[in-house]
């Protein structure tokens, strides 16, 4: 009897996360529409009207999110609990992610203090960080009696990766100053994105979704904000898609599949210091973000390849199949730089977007 319920209890769950999640989908396809429409038809009227505008519609996508987070977020979160996928590699991840957001904000509040122990208690939060990740990998056990190991050569090529995505950021954007506006963005974009990754127009049946430019406001932040702090919130962005579908295999996958492949993200701002475009926001922000997602794809790729070949589809070896599956996230591309485009349109997002890091705006 108590299986039967558990298992009406688990039906019930799957069903309910399916109906919200296809209709946040028709709510926020007609939300964007409206907010477009909205736009449009104000762009004429003065700018204290138009200030007023703004934040009435950043309150209402800000109320959005809030609601679509909770909601579906708990669903999910429900059916992952049910299903029995919350176990203590779960619980590792959320260690780690709380260890980054402590370490992020201990850091940020000693420096607004003009503590001179800022700089120390950086590097050994990121000592912590670094040590944390070590032991993970390498005494976490993998899923199964049955794994076979990792080759030496999936650690060296993911540290590779790794490598690329943070000289992109100290390299490829300007120094970063973590003041209470850039903070702020950061919040509010994370959320953002996070809200829309549960707008999914389909999900893949090994992982991975097509979503509704959940991928846009975190490029934008690092436009506007640079690589450095761009990757900090991919990384953050990383861990928070975890949590909504946690699938830890083993260590290096899951570092692999989630913050480093969504801290690639936050590299969508380096194009914006590519002189040969001529500071044209289009091609930056389309060069980035293209140039971004590509890197996110290499961590998928990689993960495919040592993790999952054995569900390759037959007539595909392990590394075609790696590539083959992994090329939804182009159809996140495209759909990211549609929205872009559409929103760059707006001469007064171009110009919020071109002036966001100006202390004094």
């Known amino acids: 009897m108590w299986k039967i319920i558990e298992e009406m209890g688990k039906a019930g769950l799957k069903q309910a996360y399916g109906v919200l999640s ?10 964007a529409a409206a907010v477009a429409v909205y736009a449009v038809v104000i762009r004429n009227r003065d700018e204290e009207y138009l200030e007023k505008a703004r934040k009435l519609i950043l309150g209402v996508i800000i109320g959005y999110s809030a609601a679509v987070i909770s909601m579906i977020g708990f669903l999910m979160l429900s059916k992952e609990i049910v299903d029995g996928a919350i176990t203590m590699r779960f619980w590792l991840m959320i260690g780690l992610l709380a260890l980054t957001a402590v370490g992020l904000t201990v850091t940020f ?6 503590i001179s122990a800022f700089k120390w208690t950086a590097l050994g939060f990121a000592a912590a960080f670094t040590v944390y990740v070590v032991v993970i990998v390498c005494v976490i056990p993998p899923v199964g009696d049955d794994y076979k190991p990792l080759s030496w050569s999936m650690y060296l090529i993911s540290a590779v990766l790794a490598a690329v995505i943070v000289c992109g950021a100290v390299f490829g954007g300007k120094r970063a100053e973590y003041n209470a ?10 959320s953002l994105s996070f809200a829309l990754s549960y707008v999914k127009f389909f999900s893949l049946p090994q992982g991975g979704s097509v979503t509704f430019a959940s991928l846009l406001p975190l490029a934008l932040y690092s436009y506007m904000f640079g690589t450095r702090r761009g990757v900090i919130a991919g990384v953050v962005y990383g861990f928070l898609q975890f949590i909504q579908s946690p699938q830890f295999y083993e260590p290096m996958q899951a570092l692999l599949d989630y913050p480093i492949a969504f801290s690639a993200i936050g590299l969508a701002g380096i194009a914006r210091n590519f002189k040969f475009l001529k500071s044209n926001i289009f091609a930056e ?12 794809y290499s961590a998928h790729v990689i993960s495919g ?9 037959e007539g595909y070896t392990a590394v075609s199949w790696a590539f083959v599956y992994n ?3 182009v159809a996140d591309l495209a759909i990211v730089l549609a929205a872009g ?4 349109a707006s001469k007064t997002v171009r110009v919020m ?5 100006d202390i004094n705006t």
């Open 181 to 190: 506006k850039a903070l702020t963005y950061g919040a509010v974009c994370v």
């Open 341 to 344: 485009m559409l929103a760059l």
């Open 305 to 313: 390849y040592f993790v999952f070949s054995s569900w390759a589809m």
């Open 327 to 329: 090329l939804y996230t």
């Open 22 to 31: 296809r209709y946040a989908l028709y709510v926020t396809l007609a939300l």
């Open 285 to 296: 922000f389309a060069v980035g973000t293209t140039l971004a997602v590509l890197l996110r």
């Open 353 to 357: 977007v071109r002036n966001a890091d």
């Open 109 to 114: 509040v000693l420096k607004k203090k003009q």
